[in-house]
């Protein structure tokens, strides 16, 4: 293989179309012909529905539709589905209750769609909303979890009493409850990982139609799964075979989870279309993709670490409870459970490890998979709690995880977690030296003496990345000389194209810009599991990886034939099958138009394992005692990623995922009013996405530990930023207080939580 790329900080292939505006969104395509849609959402988080009167609306000009649940009732169109009870192993089945394209009866949250209006324009289906009306009868609503099972709380299903959806437990648990009874020190700790908004720049969006020829269903969407939404679309909710149900998605900016999923919308622009005999657009706004959009996080932990005299970690026992909304999402359950459970302990050398986690229902937007689903609020907790373990042993909390730290490979975690690779020690020895922590007292003195508090938080992390463990990859040859790739991971902004094109470069030793990059399109990729859990370079890299070597091994008899020599006596390098110790040569793309496409390859990957992505954290914040103004002085890194592609890609995205794991612990967070429900923070005036201004220059370090799991040594680095950054930031808040006798806050930690806090232990 030729070596020349892989590795390399080439520049983005994708970047001239976003640069220029020649980049193509969902909200840019329009169809000939097409309608507009818009939806009618409730202004209740719970309520009965009365009735519904959309004569008025439907009268009015330019509306070509105006639809209720009644309307879908007579179509025999099934409710969404949850994928999760399939695969998540729960003490009991899981409770999904029935989650209708449009509310059938009953509203359970604030944005549950209630009425579908299709137009020749948009604004004429928005004014048309404003004509329908509805009777709405009020019920009491909750959003806290804990207040939702707790008794006498309002119930949101007559399936689920208690509101309880699943119990889920991982562990042994007599072990762990054996090793609290004989621990020198036990720290417990309540931890609140806040509910946050994923917040994509681009809105959810879709275009649904339909081809009478055919009988098909077609549905170009911002999404990020096309594959599984076309296979929960057509199986799960029209019932039709999917190959008459084709899903595609043009560029996409930005998900974090938000874009993987089966969303009410989807099933009525298709079944409209249908009806209607003509395409149907809908674009949300932001406000409409807060009140819709699935959140994340939402975890209320009770947690407990056991010590032994020296400092050694014997047992670590949580006990949460998620917030699901008021339905339940696509995978919502597998985040708190599955996912959660492959992360609990992080680098640390536990015994013992057990995990309960109770899934409640709730009047609130449904909760799924965010940037790292389950890893971040894992990792979270035990890094809390070390630091809660530092206050009350009086050992210094780098050296509690430095005694701690796993440093041996191959590990198998207490909870069955095989960690093939890295350098958990080496990293945070790196960060600890980087962070020039000797000199930090000297630093927070000069601080004080301005009348600030400074903070050192030192924190490290372990992601479990693969997602899907199945993915495929194709090889096409065209008549032009250039080669398709088609995969079925998908870019919302990575720069796929570029890491693909590299890989594909280095084994056939052709130019990137032979390689064209195909991804998102039922029609053209035969299937895939798509983006999430930073998996694309591990599982999508390997199936193409696979691929490559296998069109070169269909190219080797043929090449040979080609130059009358015997195959074992070729040479293939930089793009060229050579005869041994002869000038006598055959060009890769020679043999592909002599093959006439016998050189096409697909191939799969299937059963992978995790790559184990790792790193440490440091971060300095800077608050002011008077007023609680908090200010990110410095965040530093200390990651391992394994063998890299492109470093420059993955800088980008490590820079990316620290900023929403630095919003989350100092921004941002979706708040509901406790009483009504209503949504408090449901636009960007109320919801605080960080901005360049709020950071730092982040400084990246570093250090590669080629995992054995793939023939690439790449683990997953998507998600990795937002799993370490929200603990690094809290440590350093509370490293800020401590002079102060606060050891305890929550996330997001805004300006007026840290002066209620400061006040408070002022007197």
């Not at 720049?201 to 275009?207: L, M, V, Y």
């Not at 592909?592 to 059963?607: C, H, I, P, V």
């Not at 605080?688 to 054995?708: G, K, M």
Request: net charge negative; with cysteine; aromatic share 6%.
């Amino acid at each position: 293989m030729n070596d020349a790329l892989l590795g390399q900080s080439i520049q983005r292939r994708e970047d001239h179309g976003f640069l220029t505006g020649a980049a193509k969104y969902t909200a840019d395509i329009n169809l000939d012909g097409q309608l507009h849609a818009a939806v009618l959402r409730s202004p209740y988080a719970h309520a009965l529905i009365v009735a519904i009167d959309t004569s008025a609306a439907a009268a009015l000009p330019g509306v070509a539709g105006v639809y209720t649940s009644a309307d879908l009732a007579t179509d025999d169109i099934d409710p969404l589905p949850c994928a999760a009870p399939a695969v998540v192993a729960t003490v009991e089945p899981i409770i999904v209750p029935p989650r209708h394209a449009l509310a059938v009866g009953c509203v359970r949250h604030v944005g549950d769609p209630v009425a579908f209006v299709v137009a020749e324009s948009h604004e004429a289906a928005l004014d048309a909303l404003e004509l329908i009306e509805v009777d709405y009868e009020g019920l009491p609503a909750v959003v806290d979890s804990r207040k939702a099972l707790a008794p006498g709380a309002p119930e949101i299903w007559g399936e689920a009493p208690g509101n309880l959806s699943y119990v889920f437990e991982k562990g042994d648990r007599t072990a762990v409850d054996a090793a609290f009874a004989g621990a020198a020190h036990v720290v417990e700790l309540d931890i609140v990982n806040n509910r946050v908004s994923p917040a994509p720049t681009e809105p959810r969006a879709a275009i649904g139609s339909y081809d009478g020829a055919t009988d098909t269903l077609n549905l170009l969407l911002t999404g990020q799964g096309v594959h599984g939404i076309r296979g929960q679309l057509a199986s799960a909710v029209f019932k039709v075979a999917e190959d008459k149900l084709n899903v595609a998605a043009p560029f996409v900016g930005g998900g974090f989870g938000l874009k993987n999923f089966v969303y009410p919308e989807y099933v009525m622009l298709l079944w409209a279309a249908r009806r209607l005999g003509r395409s149907v657009k809908w674009v949300a706004d932001r406000s409409e993709d807060f009140l819709s959009s699935t959140q994340g996080r939402d975890i209320h932990a009770s947690a407990r670490l056991a010590l032994d005299t020296d400092g050694r970690f014997l047992a670590l026992s949580a006990a949460t409870t998620a917030n699901m909304g008021a339905y339940l999402s696509s995978f919502g359950p597998g985040v708190s459970t599955n996912a959660a459970s492959t992360a609990m302990g992080g680098v640390y050398d536990i015994p013992d490890v057990f995990l309960e986690v109770h899934g409640a229902f709730t009047n609130t937007v449904p909760v799924d998979a965010y940037r790292g689903a389950g890893k971040p609020e894992s990792n979270y907790i035990i890094e809390r709690l070390i630091e809660a373990a530092a206050v009350q042993t009086g050992i210094d909390g780098v050296r509690l995880r430095l005694l701690n730290v796993i440093d041996s490979y191959p590990y198998t975690s207490s909870l069955g977690i095989e960690i093939d690779t890295g350098d958990f020690k080496g990293n945070l020895k790196e960060a600890v030296r980087l962070a020039d922590r000797t000199s930090f007292e000297a630093r927070r003195a000069a601080a004080a003496e301005q009348g600030k508090l400074l903070g050192l938080g030192i924190a490290c992390f372990l992601e479990t990345a693969r997602g899907a463990p199945s993915e495929g990859a194709e090889v096409k040859f065209l008549d032009d000389g250039s080669v398709e790739l088609r995969l079925g991971t998908e870019s919302n902004g990575q720069g796929h194209e570029t890491a693909y094109s590299q890989i594909a470069a280095d084994h056939f030793g052709l130019p990137l810009d032979s390689f064209r990059y195909i991804q998102a399109d039922t029609t053209l990729v035969r299937a895939g599991n798509g983006h999430g859990g930073a998996r694309s370079m591990h599982m999508g890299g390997s199936a193409l990886v696979a691929a490559l070597e296998a069109a070169l091994t269909k190219a080797r008899p043929i090449a040979a034939q080609m130059l009358q020599a015997d195959e074992a006596v070729l040479e293939f390098t930089d793009g060229e099958f050579c005869v041994a110790d002869s000038s006598r040569s055959v060009s890769l793309s020679e043999v592909a138009r002599q093959a006439k496409g016998s050189l096409d390859s697909y191939e799969r990957r299937e059963d992978a394992p995790f790559t184990l992505p790792s790193g440490s954290h440091v971060a300095e914040v800077e608050i002011d005692r008077d007023t609680g103004a908090i200010r990110l002085a410095r965040y530093l890194m200390v990651d391992d990623y394994g063998s890299m592609i492109n470093p420059r890609l993955t800088e980008g995205q490590v820079h990316g995922g620290v900023t929403q794991g630095i919003g989350q612990a100092m921004w941002e967070e979706v708040a509901y009013d406790p009483d009504t429900a209503q949504l408090l923070s449901g636009s960007l005036m109320d919801y605080t996405v960080p901005r360049a201004s709020h950071l730092p220059s982040f400084e990246v370090h570093f250090r590669q530990t080629p995992t054995l799991n793939n023939p690439l040594g790449v683990k997953g680095s998507g998600q990795a930023g937002c799993i370490g950054a929200p603990q690094t930031i809290m440590s350093a808040v509370l490293d800020a207080l401590k002079p102060l006798g606060i050891t305890n806050i929550d996330m997001p930690a805004t300006q007026e939580r840290l002066w209620q806090a400061i006040s408070n232990a002022s007197g």
